[in-house]
């Protein structure tokens, strides 16, 4: 059989094919920075300012982002479809998507309503339910591919596959943020609230679900490679998330309940129960996320520190931003618990101020490697800009890997 016929392509064109929904992770994780440091406990002068600075930074990041994912739809709808239909990473990382879009939406409703008045309120209302939808179609249609045309297998099932679920916990603790800091009526509150309380009880159930299958791999001896295992810290989000959005829905029930007075449990009475009820099971669903939280320090201790070459064989690839969110989502919730809304404690307020402290820190240090692996072409599978890659006449490269030409 003759060899098929090659073609040259620029490394930019490698480099677009094999830009992949995981790229969403970095604007995920850095828009939940903002939001960490837009409310901690403990300010200094001029966290303010820094939270914005990285509002916006994760804005034009996240618009990068999805540019050029649609761009690589566009090109290589082959590739893209065969990936989505193959890998689970690939599917589930789509769920970033409206993940990213609720922390700047939560960030425009705090800076901008404060600065510049009710309008602004009314903008993030609208897109919250833009959010919504989509988080909706996330949570629903991600697992339906994951169950119907991937069939992963449960020896496949990993941490990274809770993104769906997390992405309708997000909107749902986005919708509480609007409630509380969008000056809106209650007439607008009462339908986010209603249907955020749903949104957890779609979710968070199905992540214990996701939870024992993926603890039934480890009991049978699975253990993630040192490349992946950053994946771990997935498995503390749902939990950090949803006693995040339970407590900021409290706070909403607390001061809606009562101006909106309509139907047997929409009542002031029954605004202050759920309020208390929800810091209540936010506790015990928090102290569920630390065992996964402390779980995951010590599997990516033990994997680096095992692995060939201890710690200084580590490379960076875009799997280490799965620590990231579920990090800012844990420590998120810890800072709501030392609002006066909730707890009110100083011991909170430390605490939240320190995971803030360290998770600052592992997203800077992720950014620069970000960029350096972008700059050198690494993170993107390009060993020069300047070369070009040969390939055959599908559009694939020829051989394990490819040709290059300088």
Same mark, same amino acid.
């Not at 309380?197 to 299958?213: C, K, N, S, W």
């Not at 047997?264 to 996320?289: D, E, N, P």
């Not at 402390?294 to 280490?320: E, N, P, V």
């Given at each position: 059989?003759?060899?098929?016929p ?7 064109d490698l480099a677009? !094919? /094999?830009f992949?929904s ?6 995920? #994780? ?5 939001l960490?440091? !837009? /409310?901690? /406990?403990?300010?200094?002068?001029g ?6 600075i ?6 034009i ?8 994912y649609?761009? !690589?739809?566009y ?6 479809q065969?990936?989505?239909? $193959?890998d689970i ?14 922390t700047?939406? $939560?960030m ?14 009314? *903008? ?11 988080a909706s179609?996330? %949570? *629903?249609?991600i697992?339906? &591919?994951?169950l119907?045309?991937e069939?992963p297998?449960?020896k $496949?099932i ?9 992405a ?5 603790? +986005? ?9 809106i009526?209650p /007439? ?5 609230i209603?249907i ?9 159930p199905?992540t214990?679900?996701y ?5 039934a ?6 253990s993630? @490679?040192?490349?992946?295992?950053y994946?771990?810290? &997935?498995?503390c989000?749902?939990? #950090? ?6 407590? &900021?829905?409290g ?9 909106? +007075?309509k ?7 029954a ?10 099971c ?8 630390l065992?996964?939280? %402390?779980?995951? *320090?010590?599997?990516?201790i033990q994997?680096?520190? #095992?692995?060939? +070459? ?15 969110? @579920? ?9 709501q618990?030392?609002? @006066? ?6 011991a ?6 320190i995971?803030? *402290?360290v998770m600052?820190?592992?997203?800077l240090?992720?950014?620069? %490697? ?10 993107l #599978? &390009?060993?020069?800009w300047?070369a ?13 890997? @490819? !040709?290059?030409?300088?």
């Amino acid at each position: 059989m003759s060899p098929s016929p090659s073609s040259s392509s620029s490394s930019w064109d490698l480099a677009l !094919r /094999n830009f992949s929904s995981q790229w969403f992770l970095v604007s995920q #994780g850095t828009g939940v920075l903002s939001l960490v440091l !837009r /409310n901690l /406990n403990h300010q200094f002068k001029g966290l303010g300012v820094i939270s914005i600075i990285i509002w916006l930074y994760t804005c034009i990041i996240y618009l990068a982002t999805l540019t050029f994912y649609l761009i !690589r739809c566009y090109k290589y709808p082959k590739q893209v479809q065969s990936a989505l239909r $193959n890998d689970i990473t690939e599917t589930a990382a789509l769920s970033s998507i409206s993940i990213t879009l609720s922390t700047i939406i $939560n960030m425009m409703c705090l800076v901008c309503v404060s600065a510049w008045g009710s309008p602004w309120g009314l *903008i993030a209302y609208a897109l919250t339910w833009i959010n919504i939808l989509m988080a909706s179609v996330a %949570c *629903i249609g991600i697992p339906y &591919v994951f169950l119907k045309l991937e069939h992963p297998g449960v020896k $496949n099932i990993t941490p990274i596959v809770l993104l769906p679920f997390i992405a309708a916990l997000t909107a749902a603790a +986005g919708a509480g943020v609007i409630s509380v800091f969008a000056k809106i009526s209650p /007439n607008l509150q009462i339908p986010l609230i209603i249907i955020s309380f749903i949104l957890i009880g779609m979710a968070a159930p199905l992540t214990l679900a996701y939870d024992a299958l993926y603890l039934a791999r480890l009991f049978d001896g699975y253990s993630m @490679p040192p490349r992946m295992i950053y994946q771990t810290f &997935v498995l503390c989000g749902p939990p #950090g998330q949803t006693s995040f959005a339970l407590q &900021v829905l409290g706070t909403a029930a607390t001061n809606s309940f009562g101006s909106y +007075g309509k139907g047997a449990f929409i009542q002031g009475a029954a605004g202050s129960v759920v309020g208390t009820c929800c810091i209540f099971c936010a506790l015990m669903i928090w102290g569920y996320g630390l065992f996964f939280w %402390c779980y995951a *320090i010590l599997a990516t201790i033990q994997a680096l520190w #095992g692995q060939d +070459g201890g710690f200084r064989a580590t490379k960076f690839s875009m799997s280490c931003w799965s620590v990231v969110f @579920p990090w800012g989502v844990f420590t998120m919730s810890a800072i709501q618990f030392g609002k @006066p809304t909730s707890l009110d404690s100083e011991a909170w307020a430390v605490w939240s101020t320190i995971l803030a *402290i360290v998770m600052f820190i592992i997203w800077l240090s992720f950014t620069v %490697c970000t960029w350096r692996g972008i700059v050198t072409g690494e993170l993107l #599978g &390009v060993r020069s800009w300047k070369a070009r890659v040969v390939e055959d006449s599908d559009g694939l490269d020829t051989g394990p890997y @490819p !040709r290059w030409e300088e």
